[in-house]
C-alpha cells in the first residue's frame, strides 16, 4: 500500500514539471537533449543534404564519417520546390570533407537506428573542401535498401516467382551435365582464357570504338555527299548495262590479244634475249660514256660555232685564228691517201713520198680535171700527117703547183 502511494505522488510530481515546463516555453519532445551523441566541439559548422526519401529519419539523429560520430540532424524539411526531402544537419568544425562529398541514410542494424552518413568520393576526385552552409545535392545522395522492401521483394520471389520450379530446373541442368564434368570444365577455362585476352586488348578495344565513333561522325558530316553520290551512282549503272555488249567483246578480245601476245613473246624469246645481249656492249659503252655523251651533244647544237666562238665576235666583225700547216711533204702524202688520187699522171718528184706514183690496183682510172695531169697526156699529131693543136700535158712541179693553185702550169 505504501508502495502504491510513493508511485501515485512520483507520478503527480511528474505530470506537474511537465505542465511547468509547458507554461515555461518548452516546444516539444525534440528539444529535450539526448545523453551521448556526437561532440559537435566549439565551432560546428552547418549544412544541407537534399534527399529523394529519407525513410523514417527523424531530428536529432547522428550524423557519422566512417562509422565514427561527427554531428547531428538538427531539422528535416522540404526543399524549394517542394517536392523532395532537405535535412540540415551540425558537423564538428574539425572534421574536414571535400566540396563533392556525399551523403547516404543508412541503418546502425537490422532493426537499428537510421543516420545519415557523410563519406568522400574518393583520392582521385577529391576536390576543394566543403563549407559551412554549403548543399549536397540529389546528385550526390542516396539510401540504403530497407528490410521491409527485402522482405517484400522475397515475399513476391516466393509467392508469385517461379521457385516451384527450382527443382525442376535443378535435375534437368543435372542430367545435362552429368558425364561431360571435362568439357564443362575445358569451356570454363576457354571462356576465362577469353574474358582474359579481352581485358588485355580493352584498350585497343577502346580505341576501335572511338576510331568507329569518329568514321560515324564524319559519315554523318558526309551524308549529303554520300547520298548525291549514290542518286547518280544509277544512271552510271545505266549506261554499263546498256553497253554490256560492247564491253564483252572488248573483254573476249582481249583476252584473244593476251593470247597472240604471249604465244608471240614465247617464240621470239631466243632472239630477244640475243638482241639485248647483242646490245649489252653499247649499253656499257654509253655508261662508260658518262656526261661526256650530253657534252658532246651540246656542242654538235652549236656546230660549226662553238660557244666559245661567241667570245670572238667582236661586234660587226669576227676574230679568226686559224693554224695552217704548209708542209710541203704532209699535203702531198694527204693527197696521195686519196682513192682518186689527183696527183695520177704527174711524174714523181725525187725526195718526195706519199702515192704519186700513179693509180693503185684495182681503182678506177682517174677521173680528167681541166688543166691538171690528172689525165693521159694527149699525144702530138706526127708529121705524116695527123691533126695537131693539142697542148702538152704537165708533170712534174709545175703540175703540182697547178694542182695547188688551182689553175694550169
Known sequence: MKRLTKLAAAGAVTTVSALVLSGCGFSGIYDVPLPGGADLG???YTLKIQFK???????QSGVKVNEVPVGQVKEIGLTPDGWHAEVTVEVNGDVKLPANAMANVKQSSLLGEKYVELASPGPAEATGQLASGATIPLARTGRDVEVEEVLGALSLLLNGGGVDQLNTITKELNNATAGREPDLKALLDNANQLVTNLDRQSANITRALDGLNRLSMTLKDQKDKLVGAVDNLGPGLGVLEQQRGQLMTM??????????????VNRSKADLV????????????????GSDLPKALEILLTYPFTDQAYNDVKGDYFNLFAKIDLNLKDVIDNLGRSRQNPLNGL???PGLTGGVEGTQPNQPPPLPIPGLGGAPAQQAPSSTGGQGGGQPSQSGLSGLFGVLSGGAG
Open 251 to 264: 573483254l573476249n578480245a582481249l583476252n584473244n590479244l593476251s593470247g597472240v601476245a604471249t604465244d608471240t
Open 274 to 289: 640475243a638482241d639485248l645481249k647483242a646490245l649489252t656492249p653499247t649499253l656499257q659503252k654509253l655508261g662508260e660514256a
Open 347 to 349: 711524174v714523181p718528184v
Open 53 to 59: 526519401d529519407v525513410l523514417d529519419l527523424v531530428p
Open 42 to 44: 566549439d565551432h560546428p
